[in-house]
Each structure stands twice: as C-alpha cells, then as structure tokens.
C-alpha cells in the first residue's frame, strides 16, 4: 500500500466540506547555531512519506472529489551549501503520489484560499498532547491560530482520525518493520559477541548502535537502555554509566528505526555468558510468560487480555519460587503491561480497548524485576496478528537460555 492509498483510506472516514491541515513540524534550536535532531509528525508522515521540515500537507474534500496539495521550501543554493540537498518538486512526487506541489510562500495564501471559496465545516490537525503540561507541538499552534481566525470552522483531530488506520499496518509497512528487526537482530549478535564482564553499559550501548548505524538504520527507535544487575530492573533506565559487572545480567531494551518504522526488542544476557542457576530459573518463567501470551494472541482479543494471560504464569511461577503467597501479589515483580502497538512510533497510536485484528504489530515483553537480589529480567518479541494468531517477527534473535549461551561461548 503507498501513501497515497494511506490517503485515501483516510478521505474515505471524513465528512464532505473537510479541510486537512499537516505540518511535518520544524526544527527546533539547542543553542543559537545548533537544532535537536529533527522527528517529523508521524501523521504528516503516515500521509505523505516525507521527513522534511518545514513542508506541510493540505486536502480538502467535497462530496464530488479530494484536492491535496504539499508544500515545500523552496530549493536555495545558498542554504544547500552549509545542510546539503533540498527536496525538490520532482522528488517529493515520487515519494508521496500527490502532483500538485507548491513551495511553502503560498501555503497560508493556499489556505485562505479554500476558506474564501469553499463551504469548510470541519478542519483536521494533529491535536495530540500526551500530558496537560508538556508545550504545544507545533501541529498544536497553528491548529490555535488557525482557530482564532476561523472561528466558525469545527476543529477535528486527525492523530484520532489516523488511529483505526494506522493500527492495522500494511504490506510494505510490514516489510519496514521486518528490516529494522533483522537490523536489530545483528546488532544484539554484535553485542554477545563482545560482551563481557568489566565493560561499560554504555560500551554496550556502542556496539549495539555501531552495528545498527553500518547496517543502515539512521535513528534508534527509542533511547536504548542497557541495565546491568540492579539497574535492570528500572524500566525506563537510560544513563548506561555503570560497569557490567561479572555474575550479573544486562537487559537491553532497544530498537532500530528503518525508513521510520521501528523496532522493539529486549534481551537479557549474563555478563560471562552463562546464567546462574537462579538467573536460568527466573529467565525460564519469564520466557514462559513469552511463549504463552505469542501462542494467545489472536485477532479479537485485547492487550489487556495478553497482559492477564502474563500475570497468571508470572504470578503461578512466583508463587512456587517462594516469592509471593497469591497469584494477585505477581504485581510486586512484574509492574508493566506486556504489550503496545509497535509501527511509525514504538508506542504507535491506538484507542484503548481496540481488539486485535490482522495487521497490528505489538509487542510481546513480561518481566520480572527482583529488587533484593539484583535480577532484572525482560524477553520482548514483536507480533504480527494473522487472520488465526500470529506471527513471531522477531522469532530469529535468539532467546532461549541453552541457545544464548552457545552463541556467547563462541
């Protein structure tokens, strides 16, 4: 499926006399000659397959047809000379399938335009705030000043739209996902083969992102995470500054990004290559936790049921270790949900309580983190559901305790 077809699933939910505003968003300074690395909106993106600044996406539809226009800047051979290589028209219609490309000088005149000649009721921009206090993205305020011009016109929120669309990913989305995977997967080999005690977290950090760099994947999907002993059972932990020290675990909770679609994958690995006999058990129980919620997962049925299905084995299995007296205590050990929409984001877009249907890539991640005696331990996979269950994407990054040891004792 291209871009244009992402298009026009998404025209075919809209009501008539609907105009869609996109902004790939800008970038924004560090310091007064210096910009953070630039994330485009992953709307804008899902719609166009552009990850240019400063570009923006309008459509409006009728009852009787669909005009869409992209905007870009406009090629300056003073500017390419300091940041390389601007897009040009020819370029962007390759990759988005739309034809009308203007440069961004008569955007607002665009605009305007439809507003002055067209019966607009609805305007859709991305609206999505994650928390009351982050700062407005940038889709956000001009969604603001849009309003304030246009009060008459009903604001939609498109990252709401793009939702039922985005979950359900496909062939060449697919496809993506399977590459930064296979990317990922060399990247952790990488790892194990170098991997021993004394060596920084953020050493192993290095190979990991070395490897995934060489192979062609530009972005990780997400800061990754590298937790030896203790620091592996902080879920989000993310300053990789202690040694790997000999006996312990690492966990590694990362992802390669590949023509922006990611990865999510987390290993645990003992720092000399063979796990403890108490490490080996805790890992077995959370791989059964693993093996169980992939063999369930089947189209009509939720995360949240994914989830009961991990604490039961998780909280079965502690309860025979000794750790906990109830099943309904597993929560002392095991504090996170066992799965979330992978795609465009790592944490892709979805409506709460959505069942699964063929086509969502989610992850498949129960751990168990045991404060006093240093084992943290997390076994995440990547799902794709199927018309009957679903397929293992990750299934070739070696998990099983026997196999990981061999491969690090070679």
């Known amino acids: 499926m291209s871009f244009a077809e992402h298009r026009q699933r998404l025209y075919a939910t809209l009501a008539d006399n609907s105009l869609v505003i996109s902004y790939a968003g800008i970038p924004i300074h560090t310091n007064e000659d210096d910009y953070y690395d630039f994330e485009v909106n992953s709307q804008y993106f899902y719609l166009t397959g552009l990850q240019r600044e400063s570009t ?31 897009p040009t028209k020819e370029e962007v219609r390759e990759i988005s399938g ?10 607002e005149s665009a605009i305007g335009g439809y507003m002055s000649r067209f019966p607009v ?11 009351m206090n982050d700062l407005p993205d940038y889709n956000v305020v001009m969604a603001e000043r849009f309003s304030k011009i246009y009060p008459q016109v009903v604001l939609k929120d498109l990252h709401t739209a793009c939702v039922p669309l985005r979950e359900q990913k496909d062939a060449e989305e697919i496809e993506r996902v399977r590459k930064a995977l296979d990317i ?50 902080m879920m989000h932990y993310g300053t990789n500054h202690c040694v790997v020290e000999d006996s312990t675990l690492i966990l590694l909770d990362l992802g390669a990004k590949y023509e922006n679609y990611c990865s999510d994958i987390t290993r645990t690995y003992p720092a000399n290559g063979k796990f403890s006999p108490r490490q080996r058990e805790v890992y077995e129980l959370v791989l059964k936790a693993n093996l169980a919620v992939a063999e369930a997962a089947k189209p009509g049925i939720t995360t949240r049921d994914l989830n009961d299905i991990a604490k039961n084995v998780l909280g079965e299995g502690l309860v025979a270790m000794g750790l906990i007296e109830d099943v309904a205590e597993v929560g002392k050990y095991y504090m996170h949900g066992v799965s979330h929409p992978i795609g465009i984001d790592v944490h892709d877009i979805s409506l709460a309580g959505d069942t699964l249907k063929p086509g969502w890539i989610i ?23 199927t018309e009957e269950g679903c397929e293992v994407l990750s299934k070739d990054i070696i ?3 026997d196999e990981i040891e061999a491969f690090m004792a070679q």
């Open 56 to 86: 923006a996406f309008v459509a409006y539809k009728t009852a009787e047809k669909t005009t869409e226009v992209l905007f870009i800047e406009e090629p300056n051979p003073r500017f390419e000379r300091w940041t390389g290589k601007m």
């Open 121 to 131: 009721e609805y305007a859709y921009f991305d609206l999505y705030r994650c928390q």
């Open 363 to 385: 992850s498949n991640e129960p751990g168990l983190y045991i404060d006093e005696e240093a084992i943290g331990i997390r076994i995440e996979d990547d799902l794709l559901i």
């Open 399 to 401: 998990k099983d305790p």
């Open 98 to 107: 739309i034809e009308d490309v203007r440069y961004t000088d008569s955007l």
């Open 184 to 233: 990922t997967r060399q990247g952790l080999e990488f790892v194990m083969k170098n991997l021993k005690p004394g060596m920084m977290e953020y050493q192993v950090q290095a190979d990991f992102e070395y490897t995934c760099r060489r192979l062609g994947a530009k972005k990780q999907a997400f800061p990754t995470i590298a937790g030896s002993g203790i620091n592996g059972c």
